[in-house]
């Protein structure tokens, strides 16, 4: 039986969990421009609003973690936020990026509707804490290092500051040799606590490294890691999207060309429909 995660309220009037829809997590890698984060905020939106489904916009004002010293990070926070904030106010929609660094924490706070935390920064306790005390929710994707049972201490770390706004989102775990392996039950241990659990189907596709001083990746499987993990009782999805990967400033080789996204999530909200209906039925 699926545990019905609890809802979480953000700003612009949109609220996801609560088992009540599937909700999307979408945009860039990084920011490249104010025009082309607006275009795909827009796009994304259309395409949304064709299946009511509750979007939040996502696109990273700074990579820290690229793998080359020469790689493209981003805006920077100044300029990435100010962006952040046109998207949220003239497309209307809640926006997510992350932080890497403590004292991001409140000035993102201001502009953001949702912090995420990087997979590879989900232990770093400083992070965690200046984060939670923004009372802002909280996207804590799990290391590719880590067993999902482990998530429990992360969660205990904001939760000591008040703060129960809390989403957990799967991105695959690393055994070395250039990918990323995608478990099933890592969906099902994480919803045990209760918040809603998110499937981040581009960065599972990912192969770190792969290209040598960058990542490469197998974008082909993002349906089906993002299929599998849905049926499995993911409550949103994560995802990547360009217009034209080959030409994205990050990530190229993950990303869910835009013109693929349509027919995505029609084949995973089919899923989601059907799932939750068996376990209704269960009941």
């Not at 981040?200 to 089906?224: L, T």
Request: hydrophobic share 40%.
């Amino acid at each position: 039986m699926l545990t019905v995660s609890r809802e979480i309220k953000l700003s612009e009037g949109t609220t996801i969990g609560g088992g009540k829809s599937l909700f999307l997590i979408a945009g860039p890698c990084v920011l490249e421009s104010e025009e082309h984060a607006l275009f795909l905020a827009r796009q994304i939106k259309q395409i949304c609003r064709q299946f009511n489904l509750p979007f939040i916009f996502k696109a990273s004002f700074d990579k820290a973690n690229r793998s080359s010293l020469k790689s493209y990070r981003g805006p920077g926070i100044e300029k990435g936020l100010a962006i952040l904030k046109t998207v949220k106010e003239e497309v209307n929609l809640p926006v997510l990026s992350d932080i890497h660094e403590p004292w991001q924490a409140e000035p993102a706070a201001e502009v953001l509707d949702v912090l995420q935390i990087p997979a590879f920064l989900c232990r770093q306790t400083d992070l965690l804490l200046a984060a939670a005390r923004t009372f802002k929710p909280i996207n804590l994707k799990k290391g590719q290092f880590m067993a999902p049972e482990d998530m429990a201490l992360v969660i205990e770390k904001v939760t000591s500051q008040g703060n129960e706004q809390i989403m957990l989102t799967e991105r695959g775990t690393s055994f070395g040799y250039h990918d990323l392996i995608v478990d099933p039950r890592s969906i099902a241990i994480m919803k045990q606590w209760g918040y809603p659990v998110i499937i981040d189907a581009s960065h599972s596709v990912q192969k770190p490294g792969g290209a040598g001083i960058r990542s490469s990746g197998r974008p082909e499987f993002i349906p089906v890691i993002a299929k599998a993990a849905i049926a499995a009782g993911a409550d949103g999805l994560f995802l990547e999207v360009h217009e034209e990967p080959s030409r994205a400033l990050s990530d190229k080789d993950n990303s869910l060309k835009l013109d693929q996204l349509k027919e995505v999530l029609k084949s995973v909200l089919a899923i989601w429909s059907s799932t939750r209906e068996i376990n209704h039925e269960e009941k």
